[in-house]
């Protein structure tokens, strides 16, 4: 998992929790991640929907794809398709994916890069291996993450932002042994380039074996810990936890693993929205009259016709 390196020991550290006093989030409800197919027929694990997704709220899809040694000619991804009310976040740990909207916006996704798509009003793209890597074959894998919008901002004008791996926040466990790449949101004061319309936090973590990594976490938010590779345990009940696995965590304000073996983690968590929700295929709404329309204006083509502003890691964020 090369995604991003750096020496744990030349980096800023997140602090110490007290053992005893902290009110590390108990384990709700571990679930392992399906096996289904996107796409042009790639193969994902997809941890949720499949849990309740009141217990997801903000988020609404987590897909993990790959890891995957593709041969020449094999590398599959997801041709021309609308999106509208929600954020797609994808994150490419190995490989490269390519981005591109009805408008000829888009971005290429290498090695630990992150596209943040804010489909809003409405948009066509498509997300295809690039054609070096399709002819040569190789190692990919990643994962995609939607993030819902709010009601209030199910409309708003659609808008990639880039976030090139240079430009994580990378804090070490407090004991050394994890490195940690914020995305999006507020760990202890490190601040991820993501801007997002929803309160969340977003990390990906990797431990070395017997390393334990100790993160503050805002009450308000819910907690998920899903495992990329390895294994290891979660929460002061050491609950194990291996590839393909997600934890809900329950309330709290700390969360608390530790490593069996070289382990990568994803941590995830927001302020729920405690919104209804309407979903149909790319169509994520607050009513079906909603989805309805939603699939009339890209049945008339008014989905996707709007130039897609890109957004650097610089630009102010909408809510955090």
């Not at 393909?244 to 990568?264: C, F, K, N, P, S």
């Not at 169509?283 to 049945?299: P, S």
């Amino acid at each position: 998992m090369p995604a991003v390196t750096a020496d744990t020991l030349t980096l800023p550290r997140l602090p110490v929790l007290p053992e005893a006093t902290t009110a590390w989030r108990p384990v709700k409800r571990v679930v392992r991640a399906r096996r289904s197919l996107e796409g042009e027929g790639f193969q994902v694990r997809r941890p949720f929907p499949g849990v309740d997704l009141a217990l997801a709220d903000p988020f609404l899809l987590l897909d993990h794809m790959g890891a995957v040694e593709y041969g020449p000619g094999e590398a599959k991804g997801a041709p021309w398709h609308p999106h509208r009310g929600f954020e797609t976040v994808t994150y490419l740990i190995d490989g490269a994916f390519e981005h591109k909207d009805s408008a000829g916006g888009g971005g290429l996704i290498t090695d630990g890069g992150t596209q943040w798509m804010t489909a809003g009003s409405g948009v066509l793209h498509s997300e295809l291996p690039p054609q070096d890597l399709v002819a040569r074959g190789g190692l990919f894998h990643g994962v995609q993450l939607w993030v819902n919008l709010p009601r209030a901002a199910k409309w708003t004008p659609p808008r990639y932002q880039d976030i090139r791996p240079a430009d994580a926040v990378l804090p070490a466990g407090d004991d050394g042994g994890a490195l940690v790449r914020v995305i999006a949101g507020d760990v202890a004061g490190f601040r991820g380039p993501g801007a997002t319309h929803t309160p969340i936090t977003y990390l990906h973590a990797t431990l070395a074996p017997g390393a334990r990594l100790r993160l503050p976490w805002p009450e308000e938010f819910n907690a998920m810990v899903y495992v990329l590779h390895g294994r290891g345990t979660v929460g002061q009940e050491h609950r194990p936890l291996e590839e393909g696995h997600l934890a809900v965590l329950d309330r709290g304000r700390a969360i608390t693993l530790r490593a069996e073996t070289d382990q990568d983690v994803l941590v995830l968590g927001g302020l729920p929205l405690n919104e209804p929700v309407a979903r149909h295929g790319p169509f994520v709404m607050n009513t079906r009259a909603e989805i309805i329309e939603a699939i009339e204006d890209f049945r008339a083509g008014r989905l996707g016709g709007t130039h897609v502003p890109h957004a650097g890691p610089a630009d102010e964020k909408i809510d955090q």
